[in-house]
């Protein structure tokens, strides 16, 4: 019996250490892209500074920013004129607090507001959300319903039939996955494990900032999606992701020389003229070439 035990522990040991190795191994994600050597950490903490001085930090992820990062400082950016110091702009409005508000957001309502806010300015983006919530209060409601009543229901915040076809392969998919319409689990799962959670939900990924890491030369323009992930992964500081993602993704729905769409396009909320990302734009060509 001892022997029996000491082997089971011996054994138990041998696999703590084994599974130890594998997550150490998977904590190490290799840079395609070595030799690239754009952005570095003052230059995307100057990028950082020159999008909240142009559009200030998003309110609709200041609720979030609170749970994760440090007040931002009342610091002052290079200026967008070509004049002196532009103070940098904070929205100070709390929102709906996260704990304090009468309902809780749900991760999955956070998502489908997330695929509901492309292409389309945050004002139309809440009202599609609420208009949705209205029509199907529940996300099972949602799932069952035809494309042409969620169409219908999502229409003022554009692309109604894309969108609309995203949410319910996103639910079909999570319902065949996890028995359930919920995404409560990933509050519990670290940074990486959520990336790979959400990874198998088409149409859920990080299209824009890749587009403007490669307008302004941080990322190779030969780089698919996912290399050019992994590099800025590797590239930009823990400390500045979270804000960084969030002005790159406001700030590719206002211009649109960042995310390269229609120089005819019209929009009522444009700051082009104004772009501070297009003093970068002039760097991309010295970056040197990928590996």
């Given at each position: 019996?001892q022997?029996?035990?000491?082997?089971?522990?011996?054994?138990?040991?041998?696999?703590?250490?084994?599974?130890?190795?594998?997550?150490?191994?998977?904590d190490?994600?290799?840079?395609?892209?070595?030799?690239?050597?754009?952005?570095?950490?003052?230059?995307?903490?100057?990028?950082?500074?020159?999008?909240?001085?142009?559009?200030?930090?998003?309110?609709?992820?200041?609720?979030?920013?609170?749970?994760?990062?440090?007040p931002?400082?009342?610091?002052?950016?290079?200026?967008?004129?070509?004049?002196?110091?532009?103070?940098?702009?904070?929205?100070?409005?709390?929102?709906?607090?996260?704990?304090?508000?009468?309902?809780?957001e749900?991760?999955?309502?956070?998502?489908?507001?997330?695929?509901?806010?492309?292409?389309?300015?945050?004002?139309?983006?809440?009202?599609?959300?609420?208009?949705?919530?209205?029509?199907?209060?529940?996300?099972?409601?949602?799932?069952?319903?035809?494309?042409?009543?969620?169409?219908?229901?999502i229409?003022?915040?554009?692309?109604?039939?894309?969108?609309?076809?995203?949410?319910?392969?996103?639910?079909?998919?999570?319902?065949e996955?996890?028995?359930?319409?919920?995404?409560?689990?990933?509050?519990d799962?670290?940074?990486?494990?959520?990336?790979?959670?959400?990874?198998?939900?088409?149409?859920?990924?990080?299209?824009?900032?890749?587009?403007?890491?490669?307008?302004?030369g941080?990322?190779?323009a030969?780089?698919d999606?996912?290399?050019?992930?992994?590099?800025?992964?590797?590239r930009?500081?823990?400390?500045?992701?979270?804000?960084?993602?969030?002005?790159?993704?406001?700030?590719?729905?206002?211009?649109?020389?960042?995310?390269?769409?229609?120089?005819?396009?019209?929009?009522?909320e444009?700051?082009?003229?104004?772009?501070?990302?297009?003093?970068?734009c002039g760097?991309?060509?010295?970056?040197?070439?990928?590996?």
């Amino acid at each position: 019996m001892q022997r029996s035990r000491k082997r089971k522990q011996e054994e138990s040991s041998s696999c703590s250490k084994e599974s130890a190795t594998k997550s150490a191994r998977n904590d190490v994600v290799v840079d395609p892209y070595p030799s690239h050597p754009r952005p570095t950490p003052v230059e995307c903490r100057a990028v950082r500074d020159d999008l909240l001085a142009l559009h200030g930090f998003p309110q609709r992820f200041e609720k979030y920013r609170k749970l994760r990062l440090p007040p931002l400082p009342h610091t002052s950016s290079p200026g967008l004129d070509g004049g002196g110091g532009t103070p940098v702009k904070l929205d100070q409005s709390d929102g709906d607090d996260v704990n304090g508000s009468s309902q809780k957001e749900s991760v999955l309502d956070g998502l489908v507001s997330i695929i509901l806010s492309q292409n389309t300015t945050d004002v139309n983006s809440q009202r599609a959300f609420a208009s949705l919530k209205s029509a199907f209060p529940t996300w099972q409601d949602v799932l069952a319903a035809d494309s042409k009543s969620i169409e219908n229901a999502i229409r003022c915040g554009g692309l109604a039939v894309t969108k609309a076809s995203c949410i319910k392969k996103m639910l079909s998919c999570l319902l065949e996955r996890k028995g359930k319409l919920c995404l409560e689990y990933l509050r519990d799962l670290t940074v990486d494990e959520i990336k790979t959670e959400l990874s198998h939900f088409k149409g859920i990924g990080p299209k824009t900032v890749i587009q403007i890491g490669k307008a302004i030369g941080w990322v190779p323009a030969v780089a698919d999606r996912k290399k050019a992930y992994l590099h800025l992964n590797r590239r930009i500081p823990d400390e500045l992701k979270f804000d960084l993602n969030c002005l790159l993704f406001t700030h590719g729905k206002l211009c649109h020389e960042c995310t390269q769409k229609g120089a005819n396009q019209k929009r009522k909320e444009s700051h082009e003229s104004s772009c501070p990302l297009l003093t970068y734009c002039g760097d991309a060509f010295k970056s040197s070439s990928p590996n």
